[in-house]
Every structure is written in structure tokens, then in C-alpha cells.
């Protein structure tokens, strides 16, 4: 793959290229451009997040206390349902990949995607997918209401008219997805600046070129199992109706066959931000390259052999509840290295603690505690009494929300600079991760109490000896909610101005995107970096790309 | 947690349960405790890697500071290091994953049951069947709880004893016996779940998953549906009541001659408005209340009332028709005419025709359901 | 081919009318299901028709003008590449299904293996393959027969494997620049694909009405006609491909060198090939 770079002969500015986007809203709509699609994405996950936030806050106090004070359970039920679609399908995926359109062409010397028409394709299907999944809510019977993982025959059978609409939302969700990874994976293979190998790549480029071929996994298998919901709803097939000869747990095998590779998809692209953020603060190459970027590998590896250990109580025979916990808990070794990896990279660095690196650091400790309770989950015993409690719960918003979204945070303090031009406001970041940090672990630790001690998952209403827990969560629910409001403060004050940043504002920073000016020409590296950029802004160690 | 069999006092249930609620129970048969000790062996270790993952961030953060003049080291790898993080972390693994196969295996052997219940999970309830006993009744939330938990109501989650976990009729098992569950589903997923009998199991429609255990002490032990099924999943509470084999028999002899009693009392009864209304009144509660509640509301945009209602106060041959067959369009109305017989149907339906202020005055004959069917 | 430097087409409104056509064609069909108008269904399909032939329009134009060099050609096999290994995983998908069901569900319900309780729900079922008798055959329409696999399916098979060699025939004779055989073998393609929809359609129609196989008939039924419908797609479409094809050769397009369109529609062809024969070995067959 590698000799193909060698060969290519890039020449001054490409011919259709030479003129920026047409202005306006119509040039948003049209246009072709890495960045312009990568802010499109990034703004229409901001703003999911903030619809997606407001149903967690809607949800949450209703469960402030005791008895049901602002819906009905119904309700209640698609409000969950849509928060989890929301914050999955439109909030996080949206923001790693408009990372990705933005980052890759910057960081391997690219002036483009490789295929810019594809790419605004990509986009633009998802405000129509949003649309078609909220405007189930004004429908009859409410928006759809089976949770994010409408298993059958809740579903299907008993769905309501809007669990059509979610399921046309998510095969259009889908194919934006699959679009958006063939995309990735050939600007990755096929675009990267002469004398850059694989090996090479900055880690965030890794992370996505894996994450690729996780979303060509796992995409077109949940736009199966979501034809079948929809065929077993209208044309009479009995997938999932034993009364055919069907099983609703076989929905469940395939809708995990690409759940649970979809959770690394989340988490793969947070690796290779915090693997980029850790080394610039600390002032000090990523320690073990070779070995992160194997266990990425790994992970996605292992990704697709641990489906059913979201099943340990669908009655599974043995042999198989025991492949699946093994399986999974392997996935805590590959993990592990990660983990240890980054705090040797900052071991003996020289340390200094920006907006980002306050939240990557907040990514390692608070994503080991989401991965250990993960690991309890794998231990089938004790998942027999997690499994639909709060417990799972809690962790899945440690790994999404001080996983993912905390990482997706970090990414944009560190590269909004170079984006925009301009230096955010470094007090009101801090500010910003504080107030998070703290507020986050009120919301979502005492969670895992209220699980073991007995509250069911998707409950408008519960049971007394829970009060307390789900008070303490509100209330930090509602602090991490207004958190986020500095942060949009932040995100719009430093577009709009500030102090200028400088080609390279963070110092400990390496890689080619540093060595453009900020914010960068509107295509990128017209002409590729030079051999000896590739270089020096390259890993130094192992020898791996002096090569060449 | 268990407590012992009896009234229980109203007053400040929530403190009283608060206090103890912080942790997974010990749980009352083998099969809990076995999962307890899964459990906290998870915890302990687990809390022992975060002990050590921030102890080592604190460590870095505290000592490699910029501001502190530290000057970065040039190193950017280590195989020994890494294959000693590789290898502990697995070996943790492997000590974790050793006992728990012993648990598993364990847990999941089944052996010859001295009393078999068919559970049936069921929108929003859930039925128990003791096939060899032919007994079978619904178990449903307690009105007191569903008064409250409805929004509006002025009446306060604080003053129901139990709020949300307690049920008309509990589930009757012996203890010191072998006991297996049959557990099956009418509808959707529903799951099967007492904390202190050790795990859940899913209902699943069309299948019958089992669940084996001994239940070692007396006591009531509670639980709720844990897996999605519509409107009414947080209003599907289970209560077993365990009690020594004895009184097990004794209760069962009871209850058998109890609903052969009715069968027999009630069928050589004439049919009559005050009988039809009677039975009525007691199946719509047990099967139908869950939905169209009992006072006859429904749930707005989601279940018709049944007050008022056009089916209701239209013919009596369509509104049997619609009980017999269930609707064509929405299939949470299902056939009742699978599950129960002419009389019982006939007296549900008069009585639908006659409460909340319906009163058309019909009265539905057994000879009428029969023909409808 | 040029060499020019790595081709970045200018704003297009095609993608987004792509989508706005795509979206509006599911959306208006989930509305047809709730019976609702066809109009804004057709409307999509319409929008979505018009403003792919307008992309698919362009990018030609652009590839007769020579504007994509020998990295924007990799660019296009790693697109489809991958594009047709995520197709790959849909099909797998209800492959999955079919194993699950009868490898598992039907023989639990039937009283056999892991979850064999199951059957002291269904005491009258009995599990076999091909399901002609449901668990509740009341509810669904039970056919007569299966569908075996001589006969149609037989020859659908020789058809489509020999689509196959006359498409790569037709690869060869474009690298030889040997037009003549070219456009014959394409047309050969095209027709061979055409009788194989033909007489899809003719076992279909056989099955709804002779043998009452329908998609209503339990899990037989089910997978039988979602994965040789959604292959019937994939044929259909590669067909209509194919025919885009024929018409850029008679346009003269293609060279021995440059005809990355035409290898991508074999490619695809190839796949929709070897997608039947595991059709034909698991469906039909065994
Ligand atoms: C970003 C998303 C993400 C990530 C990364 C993970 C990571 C993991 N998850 Fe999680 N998971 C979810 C998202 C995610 N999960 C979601 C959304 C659900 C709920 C879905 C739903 O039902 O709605 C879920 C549910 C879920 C379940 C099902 C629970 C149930 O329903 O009963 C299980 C069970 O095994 C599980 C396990 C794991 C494990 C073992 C990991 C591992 O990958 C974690 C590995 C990491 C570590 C272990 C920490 C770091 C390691 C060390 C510091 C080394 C030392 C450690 C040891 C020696 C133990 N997860
Ligand atoms: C990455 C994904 C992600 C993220 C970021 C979040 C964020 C949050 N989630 Fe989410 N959650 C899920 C993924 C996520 N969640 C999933 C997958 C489920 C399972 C769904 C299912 O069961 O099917 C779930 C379920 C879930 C539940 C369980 C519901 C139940 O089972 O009954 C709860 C309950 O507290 C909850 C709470 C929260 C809270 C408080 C936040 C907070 O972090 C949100 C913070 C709030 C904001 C960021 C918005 C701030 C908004 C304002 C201040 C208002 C201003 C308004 C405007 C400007 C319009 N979530
Ligand atoms: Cu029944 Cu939840
Ligand atoms: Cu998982």
C-alpha cells in the first residue's frame, strides 16, 4: 500500500478546486471541502447534543423523585428511546467523523478527502435521518418508544406507527455511515503525503482507519435487522415470531452482531484524540506506538466475537455464556495497555495542563472506571443481576460520557485553535472541565448504586429506597447540563474572535497539521508536505519512518 | 431484607429500607449467594485497578509538572514494561475467570424439581400457573401504588407501604424444595427478577426459559420485570412469599379447593345480573385493570377509557366480538378468548357494560361468548 | 492517463439532492405503510432517480475530460472494494437468520436442544426444514411444497455463472481495445441477466400461487424471499448498471487503460454471482 505514495505526482492547486464555496447557506449545502463538511458535522452534533442533553434532563427530573410529575410513562419511553438514538447516531458518530473529515487530510498531508461529493452526501443524509426520527414524536402513538435497541416484538409487533420512520432514520443513518468509512479508509490508504507510511500515521489516523472497517462491519447488519423489524411489522414475515418458527432473540443476536462493534466505533477515534493530546502535554513521544496501535487492533478484532455478553439472561446455553465472557474480558487486556501506555507517556514528561490535556487526563481515569464496571458486566454471574439495571446504566455513560463525549471535548480545545485561528479562553475551559468532571460523577456514580440496590433500567417511576440515588444524580445531571452551556459560550467566542494562535499553538504539538497556518488554506496541503516535514513532524523513535 | 411474614408498618418504610440498599442482597438461595460472592470478588478488584490506575495519574501529575521544571525524558517505549502490563492485567483475568466457570456451571445445572411454577409474563402483570397443583392466578400491582404513582395524583409515593413492590397475590413457594420456573411470555420481553433469589431470567414469547433454585429461609422476597415492555414495565412488580413446606401444602390445598369452589359454586349458579357482575368485577381487575385501569379511565394516548367508551355502548355482538377475537389493529388488545372461559367472559363483559356510570343494563350469557367464538 | 494532480470537484448539488431524494422516498414510504398518500414517495424516487443520473452524468463528463489521475483510479477500487464488502455484510445478515432459525429456533420449538422446553408450548409442532408446518399454522399461509432445488433455480445458477464468463469475456476483449466483441459479450451480459430476473419472476409467481410460498409462510417463507429478493435486486440493479455501461461503450468511452466504471460493474456483477451460489447451496439446497 505504501508504494502507491511514491508514485503520485501532486501538482500545484487542482483545476475545479481553485474557488472556495459558493456563499451562503446554498455553499454549505453544495459544498465539497474537508473542513466545510467537518464543521457541518461537528455543528450538527452540538446542536443533537443539546437536544439530545435535553431529554436526559427531561428524564432525569422525572426521576427526580418518587411518582411520575411531568409525563407519561409512554412518554417516558420514547423520550428514553430518543436520547439514546440521538446521542448515539447524531451526536457522537457525527462528531468523530467530522474530526475525521477535518483532522486526516490535515494530519497525513491531503488536500482533500478522497472523495469530496461522497463526503457531503454523507452529511447531509443525517439532518434528513433526524428529521424523519423526531418527527415521530408528533405522530400517533408518540415517537418510538422500544428503547435505542428496539428489540422485538416490542418493536415490531407493538411498535408504533414512528418506529417506521426510526427505522427508514436509521437505514439512512446507515448508509451515511458506510459512505462516510469508504470514504475514510481511502483518503487513509490512498492520500497520504509521499514518504509517509502506514506505520507512520499519527495514532488519531489509526484509530479511524480501524474504526472504518468496524463501521463496514457492523452498518449494513443493522440495516438488516432493522429491514426484518420492518418486514415482520408490514409484509408478514415471522423473523421474530415464534409462531413462524421465529425467535425474538435472534433479533437480539443480530442487533448486538452490530451493537456492540457500533460501542468501539465511540470509543476507538477518543483513543487516537487522547493518544495525540497526552504526548503534546506531556512533551514527550507516545510511549509504545507499535503496541497501541496492535492493540487498537485487537480491540476491534475482539469487537466482533463478544456480542452476546448484552444477552446473559435470554436463557443462552452455557458453552455459550462462556465463550462470550471470556471473549470479552479479554478486550480488558488490549485496553490495558492502552491505559498504562498513556500514563507512560507522561511519566517523566514535563507536564503542563491546558483546557485539552485537563480533559484527556480526565478521560483516563474516569474511562477506567466506565471499562472496570464493564468488566463486572462480563462476569455472567453477576450480569445475571446487573443485566437492565441502572448498573448498566452507569456504565455506559462513563464510557460514552467521560469516554467518548469527554474526548470529543478534549479534541475540539485542541484543535479549534488551529481551526479557527484563534486561542479559546483558557480560564472559561478550565472552568468548563471542572464544573464537568465533578458534576458528571455525581450524575452517573451513584447510578451504580441504584442499580445494585435494585432500580430496573427505562422506569419512569420507582421504588422508594432509590429516592436518594436518583435526587444526587438529577442534580448533578442538571450542573453537567448547565457545564455545557460555557462550553457552546466558549466555542462560539472563539469563532467569532480572539487572540491569534499561530501556526503551532500548543508547543509539545507534532504532526503535519501544525506546519499549516491557522486557520489552514481552504485546501489543505494543495501541495503535499515535503519529504523532510513528513519527517520531522513524524515519530522519532523506533526508527520506523526514517526509513524511507 | 427479608422480612418476616406479616403486617408490615406503614410508617416511614423508606428509611427503614433506605439504610440497607447500597449493595447487591446476600440473597436467600444458593444460586444468589454464589453470584454475591461473583459480585463483590468483581468489586474488590476492580476497585483495586482504579486504586492503582489513579494512584499512577496522580503520581505523574504531581511530580512530572512543567511548573515544577521538570524536562521530559526522551524514552517512547519499554518491552519489558509492557509485557508486564500485558501479562498481570491477563493473569487478574484469568484468577477472576477460574472461580466464576465454577459458578456458572453451577448455577446453571439443573436437576428434577419437587415444584414447577409456569410464570407468564403478560402486559402488565404476571400470571403463575402450578401445573401439577391446577392452580393459577394473576399477580398484580397493588391499587395503592398505581394511585400514586399517577401523575397528578395527591397522593404521595411516601404513604403507600411498598410503593411500587407490592402485589394482590404473591407468588406461594416452599422453601428447603427443589423449585423450577418455567417462565414463558403472553406478549412482549418481559424478565423475571428477584434480587434475592439470585438472578433474572427474560420471558420470551414463544419459548420457556428456566430457572432453578432452593429457597434456604422463610420470608417475602421482591423483585420487578427488568426488561422493556411498554408503558406498564415499571408497574410489574413480583413478590414471593416462601414459606415452609408445610404451610406450602396447606396453602395449596386451600387454594385448590378455593378455585374449584368458585368453578363449581359459580357454575351451578343461575346466570344472573349480581353473579355476572360479581365474577366481572373480580376478572377485570386481575387481567384488564392494567390497562384501562380500574376505575375504567384508561391511560390517555395509550389505553381507551373504557367509560364511555363507543365499543362499549355500541351492540354487545361486537363488543364480544372484540374481548373473543382481540383487535385487528392494535395488538396489545390480544384475544382474551384463548385464556379464559364463557362465564368468566360474559361476566367481564356485563360488568364493563354496567360500571362507571356504562350502565346500558346488558347482561352477556355464557351462550352468547360461545357463539362468537 | 494524465498526469494531473488529485482531482477535488467543486460544490455539486447532486449529494444533497441525492439525500433530500433518498430521505424523502423511505420517509414517504413509512407514511405509505400508515396509509398515506404515495405522492411524496414518488416524488423521492423521482428527485432520487434524477439527481443520481446528473451525479453519475458528471463524474463521466469529468472522466472523458481526464481529469482523474492514476491516485484518484486507486481512490475508486478501494471505494468499491469496500463498498461491496459492507453489501457483503448485509447479505450476512439474513444469512445469520437463516442459520439461527434452523440450526436453532425450529428445533427448540420442535423440543430438541438447549431451549427444547419451548415445546411444551407448541406440543403439536414439529421441527423439520424446509417449515412447512408453523407452530401456529392458523395465523400464516402454510404451503404446499418447499421450493426444490432443480428446475428454475438450476438454471438460474448455469445463467448467472455463465453472466459471469461472458462479463469477464467482455473485460477482456475492452483491454484488447476489441470493440466489436466487447459490445457483443455486454449485450450477452445484459441479456443473460435479464432472462435470470424473468425467471425469478416466474418462480415467484409459481410459488404465490401454485405452491402458496409466500412471505406470510413462517421462516421458510420469511428468509426464502427476503434473501432471493434482496438479491433480485442486486441482479436488477447490476443489470440497469450494466445497461449504463453498454451505453457508454456505444459512446465510444472506455479505453484499454481507463475504464474503472466498467471494471466496477463487473466487480459488482461478480459479487451478485457469488452471492446466488450461496443462495442456491442454502436456500435452495441443502
Ligand atoms: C464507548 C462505549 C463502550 C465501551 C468502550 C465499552 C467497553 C466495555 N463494555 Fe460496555 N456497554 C456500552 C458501551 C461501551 N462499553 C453500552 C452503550 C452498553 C449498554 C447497551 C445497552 O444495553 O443499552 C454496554 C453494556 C455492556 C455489557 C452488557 C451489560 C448488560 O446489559 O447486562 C457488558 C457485559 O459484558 C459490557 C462490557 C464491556 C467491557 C468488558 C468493556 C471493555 O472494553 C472495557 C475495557 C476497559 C477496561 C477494563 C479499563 C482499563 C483497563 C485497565 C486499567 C487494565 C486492568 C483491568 C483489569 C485487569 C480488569 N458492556
Ligand atoms: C454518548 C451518549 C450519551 C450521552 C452523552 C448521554 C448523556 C446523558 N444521559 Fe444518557 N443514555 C445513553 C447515551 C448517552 N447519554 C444511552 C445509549 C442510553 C440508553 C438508552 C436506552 O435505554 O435505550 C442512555 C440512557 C440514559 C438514562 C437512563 C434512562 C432509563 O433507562 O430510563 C439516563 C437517566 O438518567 C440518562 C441520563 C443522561 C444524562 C443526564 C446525560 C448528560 O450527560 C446530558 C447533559 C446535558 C446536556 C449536554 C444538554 C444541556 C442542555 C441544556 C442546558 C438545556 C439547554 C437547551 C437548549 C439550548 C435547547 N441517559
Ligand atoms: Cu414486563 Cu417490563
Ligand atoms: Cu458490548
Redesign the interface.
Known amino acids: 500500500m505504501s508504494e502507491?505514495n511514491g508514485?503520485?505526482?501532486?501538482?500545484?492547486?487542482?483545476?475545479?478546486?481553485s474557488?472556495g464555496?459558493?456563499r451562503g447557506l446554498w455553499?454549505w449545502?453544495?459544498?465539497?471541502n474537508h473542513k466545510d463538511i467537518g464543521t457541518l458535522y461537528l455543528v450538527l452534533s452540538l446542536v443533537m447534543l443539546f437536544a439530545g442533553g435535553l431529554l436526559a434532563l427531561l428524564i432525569r427530573a422525572e426521576l427526580f423523585q418518587?411518582?411520575?410529575?411531568?409525563?407519561?410513562?409512554?412518554?417516558y419511553?420514547s423520550m428514553v428511546t430518543m436520547h439514546g438514538l440521538t446521542m448515539i447516531f447524531l451526536v457522537i458518530m457525527p462528531a468523530l467523523v467530522g474530526l475525521a473529515n477535518w483532522q486526516i487530510p490535515l494530519m497525513i498531508g491531503?488536500?482533500?478527502m478522497?472523495?469530496?461529493?461522497?463526503n457531503?452526501?454523507s452529511f447531509?443524509?443525517l439532518p434528513?435521518?433526524a428529521?424523519?426520527l423526531w418527527?415521530g414524536l408528533l405522530l400517533p402513538?408518540?415517537g418510538p418508544?422500544?428503547?435505542w435497541t428496539f428489540?422485538a416484538?416490542?418493536s415490531s409487533?407493538?411498535g408504533p406507527?414512528s418506529m417506521?420512520?426510526m427505522?427508514?432514520a436509521i437505514?439512512?443513518m446507515g448508509?451515511s455511515s458506510?459512505m462516510g468509512?469508504?470514504?475514510i479508509?481511502?483518503t487513509i490508504?490512498?492520500?497520504r503525503a509521499p514518504g509517509m507510511r502506514l506505520i507512520a500515521m499519527p495514532l488519531f489516523v489509526w484509530t479511524w482507519l480501524i474504526t472504518a472497517f468496524l463501521l463496514?462491519?457492523?452498518?449494513?447488519?443493522l440495516?438488516?435487522?432493522a429491514?426484518?423489524v420492518l418486514?415482520d411489522?408490514?409484509?408478514?414475515?415471522?423473523?421474530f415470531?415464534?409462531?413462524?418458527?421465529?425467535?425474538?432473540?435472534?433479533f437480539q443476536?443480530?442487533f448486538w452482531?452490530f451493537g456492540h462493534p457500533e460501542v468501539y466505533i465511540m470509543i476507538l477515534p477518543a483513543f487516537g484524540v487522547v493518544s495525540e493530546i497526552i504526548p503534546a502535554f506531556?512533551?514527550?513521544?507516545?510511549?509504545?506506538?507499535?503496541?497501541m496501535i496492535l492493540a487498537v487492533v485487537a480491540i476491534a478484532f475482539l469487537s466482533a466475537i463478544v456480542w452476546a455478553h448484552h444477552m446473559f439472561?435470554?436463557?443462552?446455553?452455557?458453552s455459550g455464556?462462556?465463550f462470550f465472557?471470556?471473549a470479552t474480558?479479554?478486550i480488558?487486556?488490549p485496553t490495558?495497555?492502552k491505559?498504562?501506555?498513556w500514563?507512560?507517556t507522561?511519566?517523566?514528561?514535563?507536564?503542563?495542563?491546558e483546557t485539552p490535556m485537563l480533559w484527556a487526563?480526565g478521560f483516563?481515569?474516569l474511562f477506567?472506571?466506565g471499562g472496570?464496571?464493564g468488566?463486572?458486566l462480563a462476569?455472567?454471574?453477576?450480569d445475571?443481576?446487573y443485566?437492565?439495571?441502572y448498573f448498566v446504566v452507569a456504565h455506559l455513560h462513563y464510557v460514552l460520557v467521560t469516554g467518548s463525549l469527554f474526548a470529543i471535548v478534549a479534541a475540539i480545545y485542541f484543535w479549534l485553535p488551529k481551526w479557527t485561528g484563534h486561542r479559546y479562553d483558557e480560564r472559561l475551559g478550565k472552568l468548563h472541565f471542572w464544573l464537568s468532571a465533578v458534576s458528571v460523577n455525581l450524575a452517573f456514580f451513584p447510578m451504580h448504586?441504584a442499580g445494585?440496590?435494585?432500580m430496573?433500567?427505562?422506569?419512569?417511576?420507582?421504588?422508594?429506597?432509590?429516592?436518594?440515588f436518583n435526587l444526587v444524580s438529577s442534580i448533578g445531571a442538571f450542573v453537567f447540563g448547565l457545564a455545557q452551556l460555557v462550553f457552546l459560550w466558549v466555542v462560539v467566542q472563539t469563532i467569532r474572535g480572539g487572540e491569534p494562535a499561530g501556526s503551532r499553538p500548543w508547543d509539545g504539538a507534532r504532526g503535519l497539521e501544525w506546519t499549516l497556518p491557522s486557520p489552514p488554506p481552504y485546501?489543505s496541503f494543495?501541495t503535499p508536505p515535503s519529504l523532510e516535514v513528513v519527517m520531522a513532524e513524524g515519530?522519532?523513535?523506533?526508527g520506523t519512518a526514517a526509513q524511507t | 431484607m427479608s422480612e418476616s411474614d406479616g403486617p408490615s408498618p406503614a410508617a416511614a418504610?423508606?428509611l427503614a429500607?433506605?439504610l440497607?440498599?447500597?449493595?447487591?442482597p446476600r440473597g436467600v438461595t444458593s444460586t444468589s449467594q454464589?453470584?454475591y460472592a461473583?459480585?463483590m470478588m468483581?468489586?474488590w478488584v476492580?476497585a483495586l485497578?482504579?486504586i492503582v490506575?489513579?494512584a499512577?495519574?496522580l503520581w505523574?501529575?504531581v511530580r512530572?509538572?512543567?511548573?515544577r521544571g521538570?524536562?521530559?525524558?526522551?524514552?517512547?517505549?519499554?518491552l519489558g514494561?509492557?509485557v508486564i502490563?500485558?501479562l498481570v492485567?491477563?493473569l487478574v483475568?484469568i484468577g477472576?475467570?477460574i472461580p466464576?466457570?465454577r459458578?456458572?456451571?453451577d448455577?446453571?445445572r439443573s436437576g428434577s424439581a419437587a415444584v414447577t411454577v409456569r410464570v407468564t409474563g403478560s402486559q402488565w402483570k404476571w400470571h403463575y400457573a402450578y401445573p401439577d397443583l391446577g392452580i393459577g392466578f394473576y399477580s398484580n400491582l397493588k391499587d395503592d401504588s398505581r394511585e400514586?404513582?399517577?401523575?397528578g395524583?395527591n397522593r404521595?409515593?411516601?404513604t403507600v407501604p411498598?410503593?411500587?413492590?407490592d402485589v394482590d397475590r404473591p407468588l406461594v413457594l416452599p422453601t428447603g424444595l427443589d423449585v423450577r420456573l418455567q417462565i414463558a411470555s403472553d406478549?412482549?420481553?418481559h424478565?423475571w427478577?428477584v434480587?434475592e433469589l439470585?438472578?433474572?431470567?427474560?420471558a420470551?414469547?414463544?419459548?420457556i426459559?428456566?430457572m432453578d433454585f432452593v429457597i434456604d429461609s422463610p420470608g417475602i422476597y421482591r423483585?420487578?420485570?427488568?426488561?422493556?415492555?411498554?408503558?406498564?414495565?415499571?408497574?410489574m412488580p413480583i413478590v414471593v412469599q416462601a414459606v415452609a413446606p408445610d404451610a406450602f401444602k396447606t396453602w395449596a390445598l386451600a387454594e385448590q379447593q378455593r378455585q374449584a369452589a368458585l368453578r363449581s359454586e359459580s357454575a351451578a349458579r343461575p346466570w344472573t345480573m349480581a353473579e355476572a357482575l360479581t365474577q366481572g368485577q373480580a376478572t377485570y381487575e386481575a387481567i384488564c385493570a392494567a390497562c384501562h385501569q380500574k376505575d375504567g379511565q384508561g391511560?390517555?394516548?395509550?389505553f381507551p377509557a373504557l367509560k364511555g367508551s363507543k365499543v362499549v355502548a355500541g351492540p354487545i355482538a361486537e363488543h364480544i366480538r372484540l374481548v373473543v377475537h382481540g383487535s385487528p389493529k392494535n395488538?396489545?388488545m390480544r384475544a382474551f378468548g384463548k385464556e379464559m372461559d364463557d362465564r368468566q367472559l360474559a361476566g367481564l363483559i356485563t360488568y364493563e357494560r354496567n360500571a362507571w356510570g356504562n350502565n346500558t343494563g346488558d347482561l352477556a350469557t355464557p351462550e352468547q361468548v360461545e357463539a362468537a367464538r | 492517463m494524465s498526469?494531473?494532480?488529485?482531482?477535488?470537484?467543486?460544490?455539486?448539488?447532486?449529494?444533497?439532492l441525492?439525500?433530500?431524494g433518498?430521505?424523502l422516498m423511505?420517509?414517504g414510504?413509512?407514511h405509505v405503510?400508515?396509509q398515506g398518500h404515495w405522492l411524496p414517495m414518488a416524488a423521492g424516487a423521482l428527485i432520487l432517480i434524477y439527481a443520481i443520473v446528473r451525479?453519475f452524468g458528471a463524474v463521466i463528463g469529468e472522466t472523458q475530460a481526464g481529469?482523474y489521475?492514476?491516485?484518484a483510479d486507486?481512490?475508486f477500487r478501494?471505494?468499491m472494494a469496500?463498498?461491496i464488502?459492507?453489501?457483503v455484510?448485509?447479505f450476512?445478515?439474513?444469512f445469520?437468520?437463516l442459520f439461527?432459525?434452523r440450526e436453532?429456533?425450529?428445533p427448540?420449538?420442535g423440543g430438541y436442544g438447549?431451549?427444547g422446553a419451548?415445546h411444551l408450548?407448541?406440543p403439536d409442532f414439529v421441527s423439520q426444514w424446509p417449515?412447512l408446518e408453523?407452530?401456529?399454522s392458523a395465523?400464516?399461509?402454510v404451503p404446499r411444497a418447499a421450493m426444490g432445488p432443480m428446475g428454475i433455480p438450476a438454471i438460474n445458477t448455469a445463467i448467472l455463472l455463465l453472466s459471469g464468463l461472458t462479463v469477464t469475456l467482455a473485460l477482456w476483449a475492452l483491454k484488447r481495445d476489441a470493440r466489436r466483441p466487447l459490445t457483443a459479450w455486454l449485450v450477452a451480459t445484459i441479456a443473460l441477466g435479464a432472462t435470470f430476473i424473468a425467471l425469478q419472476v416466474h418462480e415467484y409467481l409459481y410459488a404465490y400461487q401454485e405452491l402458496g410460498l409466500?412471505?406470510?409462510s413462517?421462516?421458510?417463507?420469511?428468509?426464502f424471499?427476503?434473501l432471493t429478493g434482496f438479491h433480485g435486486l442486486h441482479v436488477t440493479l447490476g443489470v440497469i448498471m450494466l445497461l449504463a455501461i453498454l451505453g457508454r461503450v456505444l459512446k465510444g468511452h472506455f479505453t484499454p487503460r481507463e475504464h474503472f466504471g466498467f471494471e466496477a460493474v463487473a466487480l459488482y456483477w461478480h459479487f451478485v454471482d457469488v452471492v446466488w451460489l450461496g443462495l442456491y447451496l442454502f436456500v435452495y439446497w441443502i
Open positions: 502507491a508514485r503520485t505526482v501532486m501538482g500545484p492547486a487542482p483545476a475545479g478546486a474557488h464555496r459558493p455553499g449545502l453544495v459544498t465539497t418518587p411518582g411520575l410529575q411531568l409525563m407519561q410513562p409512554e412518554l419511553n491531503a488536500p482533500d478522497a472523495l469530496p461529493r461522497i457531503n452526501w447531509w443524509l434528513f435521518a428529521l424523519l418527527g402513538r408518540g418508544d422500544a428503547g428489540y416484538p416490542l409487533t407493538f406507527p417506521d420512520f427505522i427508514f437505514h439512512l448508509v458506510v468509512a469508504i470514504n479508509v481511502a490508504v490512498n492520500l463496514l462491519l457492523a452498518m449494513p447488519v440495516a438488516g435487522v429491514t426484518m418486514t411489522r408490514h409484509f408478514g414475515t415471522s423473523f415470531n415464534a409462531a413462524g418458527g421465529g425467535d425474538p432473540v435472534l443476536h443480530v452482531f506531556s512533551r514527550k513521544p507516545l510511549f509504545g506506538r507499535e503496541s439472561t435470554v436463557g443462552m446455553p452455557v455464556q462462556l465472557m471470556y474480558v479479554v480488558a487486556i490495558a495497555i491505559v498504562f501506555n500514563i507512560a507522561m511519566w517523566q514528561g514535563s507536564l503542563s495542563f487526563i483516563v481515569c477506567t472506571v472496570l464496571s468488566v463486572m462476569n455472567v454471574p453477576a445475571y443481576q443485566q437492565d439495571t448504586f445494585l440496590a435494585g430496573p433500567r427505562r422506569v419512569p417511576d420507582y421504588a422508594l429506597q432509590l429516592a436518594d485546501h494543495a515519530p522519532t523513535d523506533h | 418504610p423508606a429500607d433506605g440497607l440498599h447500597w449493595n447487591l454464589q453470584v461473583m459480585h468483581v468489586t476492580s485497578v482504579a490506575v489513579f499512577a495519574v505523574t501529575v512530572y509538572r512543567r511548573s521538570a524536562v521530559p525524558a526522551g524514552f517512547s517505549g519499554h514494561l509492557e502490563w500485558t492485567p491477563a483475568l477472576m475467570a466464576t466457570t459458578v456458572l456451571l448455577i446453571n400514586a404513582s399517577r401523575k395524583s404521595s409515593p411516601q411498598h410503593y411500587l413492590s406478549d412482549v420481553i424478565s427478577w434480587p439470585g438472578f433474572k431470567r427474560d420470551i414469547p414463544g419459548f426459559n428456566l423483585g420487578q420485570c427488568a426488561e422493556l415492555c411498554g408503558v406498564g414495565h415499571a408497574y391511560l390517555p394516548g395509550a395488538p396489545v | 498526469e494531473v494532480p488529485y482531482y477535488v470537484p467543486p460544490p455539486s448539488p447532486w449529494p444533497p441525492t439525500a433530500l433518498l430521505a423511505l420517509g414510504l413509512a405503510l400508515h451525479w481529469v489521475n492514476a491516485q486507486r481512490t478501494i471505494g469496500w463498498f464488502f459492507s453489501e455484510l448485509f450476512a445478515g439474513f445469520g437468520a439461527y432459525l436453532f429456533s425450529v427448540w420449538l438447549a431451549k419451548a408450548l407448541w417449515l408453523m407452530p401456529r395465523d400464516f399461509r409466500t412471505l406470510r413462517g421462516v421458510y417463507g420469511s428468509t424471499f427476503m
